[in-house]
């Protein structure tokens, strides 16, 4: 194991309460519609189009827009981008980092790249 592995493995400690906090309420809603959306925006670099979002979390665009609003309405989604046409939502950035240590923790190979896996 070279330095920079154990230093990332620092940074992502599980024992962490907001971490173990954060995985309690991720297993007990882990197929709720928002969970997924939330997971789905938190791997992503930008923002995602409400089209996007549901061709990848497997939902209706209707049912992703109510979802949106509920978590934009407690502070979880922003959004990023907005035109008549076309609305652009991203996670905010501290939940973000919230998630996506909890996935590196609990799930290490779920964010795995393309360059890593081949």
Same mark, same amino acid.
């Given at each position: 194991m070279n330095l920079l592995r154990k !230093?990332?493995?620092?940074?992502?400690?599980?024992k962490d309460e907001a971490l173990q906090f954060l995985r309690r309420i991720l297993e007990m809603y882990q197929n709720d519609a !928002?969970?997924?959306i939330l997971l789905y925006l938190a791997d992503l670099e930008r923002p995602a189009s409400i089209r996007k979002i549901a061709r990848n979390v497997g939902m209706s665009h209707k049912n992703v827009i109510k979802h949106l609003d509920e978590l934009k309405n407690v502070g979880l989604v922003e959004v990023a981008y907005k035109q008549s046409n076309l609305t652009l939502y991203k996670i905010t950035d501290n939940i973000r980092?919230?998630?996506?240590s909890f996935i590196r923790c609990r799930f290490p190979n779920l964010l795995a790249t393309d360059s890593e896996s081949g």
């Open positions: !230093k990332e493995e620092v940074v992502v400690d599980c !928002k969970i997924r980092l919230w998630v996506l």
